[in-house]
């Protein structure tokens, strides 16, 4: 079951809406749940989608009555990189605008349709509805991932990133510049509280960590800084949501604040995770991969001119 307490933003929503935005199913397939009893307020079961909710109200959620999704199917047309194949996992390089598994008004064309042309023994693995995918990038981001395709390695790459074993190094570009070369964002991150379709620091959030470096500063076009960044925890949005609450918001990030008119209209947020490095979860070997900054970012970085001279603090 899932439980939530219905916050300010949601006053006065639909259970329908409600059940749609705590599963991620579409409106229809979270009216088929209330109606088949799978939604309680305040431990009574509710079986009209059109129920008004207050803030306050405890629902209770059954996800296992969403209606059956079909499992997806292989798709040779999805491209992506491969960079690293064995026995157990595949790392990839995905590129901007690919969806990395099904979901509501995503039912093909993603990452996982791609994977099953390739590797179709992955089927098996993990989750049936997002096979051998143990961690996600934003539809936005590029760059590094690992897939398992093995059992074996899905159980033990899950439990290592639950672990914090697995470094994910990201590059990204933000308005402003730090004040801090080096710097730990250490804030809670949840659901946004005035707007459940977003995720924002807020103090009954899960733990999040985020570490960054200021590599190069830019001022001829627009103030911008490029950064590095380290995941400690890999919750939602988290660099753009963290970036964003310290008043630095990655370029082209519509959703937290990152698109302005300074460098007109970017083709999707300025974010890509560059770096792996984990023991495999079968030979204990240690492995590195990196990706070079792909081109639409590459070509906005040109577009801001020299770097300029940045004080260490």
Request: with cysteine; proline share 7%.
């Amino acid at each position: 079951m899932i439980e939530e307490v219905i916050p300010a933003a949601l006053d006065g929503e639909r259970l329908d809406r409600v059940v749609a935005i705590v599963t991620g199913a579409s409106r229809a397939d979270a009216a088929v749940l209330v109606a088949a009893g799978g939604a309680q307020v305040d431990g009574a079961v509710a079986v009209s989608g059109k129920l008004r909710l207050r803030e306050g109200q405890a629902v209770s959620i059954d996800p296992t009555l969403l209606p059956t999704v079909p499992l997806p199917a292989a798709d040779p047309t999805v491209e992506f990189t491969v960079v690293h194949a064995d026995a157990d996992i595949i790392v990839i390089d995905k590129p901007a605008g690919l969806v990395v598994h099904p979901g509501a008004g995503n039912p093909d064309r993603t990452l996982v349709n791609g994977l099953l042309a390739r590797f179709p023994e992955i089927a098996d693995v993990g989750d049936p509805a997002r096979p051998g995918i143990v961690h996600r990038l934003d539809v936005g981001t590029t760059g590094l991932m690992i897939v398992a395709r093995s059992e074996r390695a899905y159980d033990l790459m899950v439990a290592a990133l639950g672990a914090r074993e697995v470094e994910r190094g990201y590059r990204t570009l933000v308005w402003g510049w730090p004040a801090n070369t080096v710097g730990v964002i250490d804030a809670p991150i949840g659901r946004d509280h005035r707007d459940p379709m977003r995720m924002a620091v807020v103090a009954d959030g899960k733990v999040a960590r985020t570490r960054y470096r200021v590599e190069r500063t830019y001022r001829d076009v627009a103030e911008v800084a490029e950064l590095s960044c380290k995941l400690e925890t890999g919750r939602t949005h988290q660099i753009r949501v963290h970036l964003a609450a310290i008043g630095h918001p990655v370029l082209g990030d519509g959703t937290y604040g990152g698109a302005r008119a300074a460098l007109g209209t970017l083709p999707r947020p300025m974010l890509h995770a560059e770096s792996l490095a984990f023991e495999h979860p079968v030979t204990g070997e240690a492995l590195q991969f990196t990706s070079p900054i792909p081109a639409d970012m590459a070509a906005v970085i040109a577009s801001l001119g020299e770097p300029e001279a940045y004080e260490i603090n």
